[in-house]
């Protein structure tokens, strides 16, 4: 049993900063990659970012990349994503995910999921 839990969201203005984090807890050898994915109101829920399983390897959809920052803390059981010159269009549910691979983009892809934490930029 694995468990995953979001936190950090919040309400910021467009150009602030927030980070978002992803504590997990159970059977964490068996969780290869990390990912953040978001959904929007109506709209389906999207790759935002991605972590291999020791940090050396990131990758980042093109509508944040230079934006956001993903990273791990493995002794900490936790995975981070920095998010900086926010933008309306970033508002969204945010989602931690564990998978077996990095490299995928797909929700379907990821075998376990946080609860989400709301993310609202105004302008």
């Known amino acids: 049993q694995v468990q995953l839990v979001d936190s950090g969201g919040g309400l910021v203005q467009a150009g602030d900063s927030l980070r978002v984090s992803c504590v997990i807890s159970?059977?964490?050898?068996?969780?290869?990659?990390m990912a953040w994915f978001r959904q929007a109101p109506g709209k389906e829920r999207e790759f935002v970012a991605s972590?291999?399983?020791?940090?050396?390897?990131?990758y980042y959809a093109d509508s944040v990349k230079g934006r956001f920052t993903i990273s791990r803390d493995n002794a900490k059981n936790t995975v981070y994503l920095q998010m900086n010159s926010l933008k309306p269009e970033d508002t969204a549910v945010y989602y931690c995910?564990?998978?077996?691979?990095?490299?995928?983009?797909?929700?379907?892809?990821?075998?376990?999921w946080g609860q989400g934490t709301q993310v609202t930029v105004s302008s």
């Open positions: 159970g059977r964490t050898f068996r969780i290869y990659a």
């Open positions: 972590i291999s399983w020791s940090g050396s390897s990131t």
């Open positions: 995910a564990a998978g077996p691979s990095a490299t995928m983009r797909g929700a379907d892809r990821y075998d376990y």
